[in-house]
């Protein structure tokens, strides 16, 4: 289900209504009033990468993720940290990456002034023409002895947004500033540079969301949380050395 949207809550009610054996939400967030509904009326609810209370659910360990992320990256020698995404009250999975962030900076002591955070609404609907134009504004607003020595993003297109606008304004990734995106997408993988990112099977997790929905609406399983695993993947817009990332893997 999308998260604020009338639509949704208007087709939810119509399930309900025609008495839907139960209903699964993947991600969102600002939903939990189309929830309540559901499990007033009875109707057994399970979640996709999200948690929420004691609602059986599965998600990608995000927060771990980053947290492991920004750690590998200060050991690889990294220093200043930028981070760049949409609110973190948009979505529960966004507010999960952005505290393994914080949570990253802090386990490795990073200096206050040695990190930023760019958190834009727009990026929630325009996520490449928003990085671009945030990258340059931010960049240009700081001396470049302040600017990060790399970025983290919410997302793949976001961090292509960044790139784009990077080699618009003669800087170079990752010998200037590197970027990390996350989710893998395709297009990742062929970008010039191509992205270091964060990799989360999907197909992993609408498996596991109908095991565990079958599980539920036999009665099963009310209160089931199933954490899943992600990989960084390490290409050439941001270097980190394998014995690194074994460290934070195995």
């Given at each position: 289900a999308s998260f604020n949207n009338d639509n949704v809550r208007e087709g939810v009610h119509?399930?309900?209504?025609?008495?839907?054996?139960?209903?699964?939400?993947?991600?969102?967030?600002?939903?939990?009033?189309?929830?309540k509904d559901c499990l007033d009326a009875n109707v057994p609810v399970v979640l996709g990468d999200r948690h929420h209370g004691e609602l059986p659910s599965v998600e990608f360990d995000n927060e771990q993720s980053v947290k492991n992320l920004v750690c590998a990256?200060?050991?690889?020698?990294?220093?200043?940290?930028?981070?760049?995404?949409?609110?973190?009250?948009?979505?529960?999975n966004l507010e999960a990456r952005y505290r393994g962030y914080l949570e990253g900076l802090k386990l490795c002591q990073v200096n206050e002034k040695d990190s930023t955070a760019i958190l834009d609404n727009t990026l929630?609907?325009?996520?490449?023409?928003?990085?671009?134009?945030?990258?340059?504004?931010?960049l240009h607003s700081i001396p470049r002895e302040e600017w990060p020595q790399v970025v983290l993003t919410s997302n793949d297109m976001i961090a292509h947004g960044f790139m784009s606008a990077a080699r618009r304004m003669g800087i170079s990734v990752p010998e200037d500033i590197a970027?990390?995106?996350?989710?893998?997408?395709?297009?990742?993988?062929?970008?010039?540079?191509?992205?270091?990112?964060?990799?989360?099977?999907e197909k992993l997790l609408g498996r596991s969301c109908?095991?565990?929905?079958?599980?539920?609406?036999?009665?099963?399983?009310?209160?089931?949380?199933?954490?899943l695993p992600q990989k960084i993947v390490i290409r050439e817009s941001a270097y980190i050395p394998e014995e690194v990332i074994r460290n934070y893997t195995e």
């Open positions: 119509a399930l309900i209504e025609r008495r839907v054996d139960g209903l699964i939400f993947i991600g969102g967030g600002n939903d939990d009033d189309i929830i990256l200060y050991d690889a020698g990294y220093r200043r940290f930028a981070y760049a995404g949409e609110p973190v009250t948009v979505q529960d929630h609907h325009l996520k490449v023409q928003t990085s671009y134009t945030l990258l340059e504004k931010f970027v990390v995106g996350f989710d893998d997408i395709t297009v990742s993988e062929y970008f010039n540079p191509s992205l270091t990112t964060v990799s989360q099977d109908y095991q565990l929905f079958k599980s539920v609406i036999k009665g099963k399983k009310r209160t089931a949380h199933e954490v």
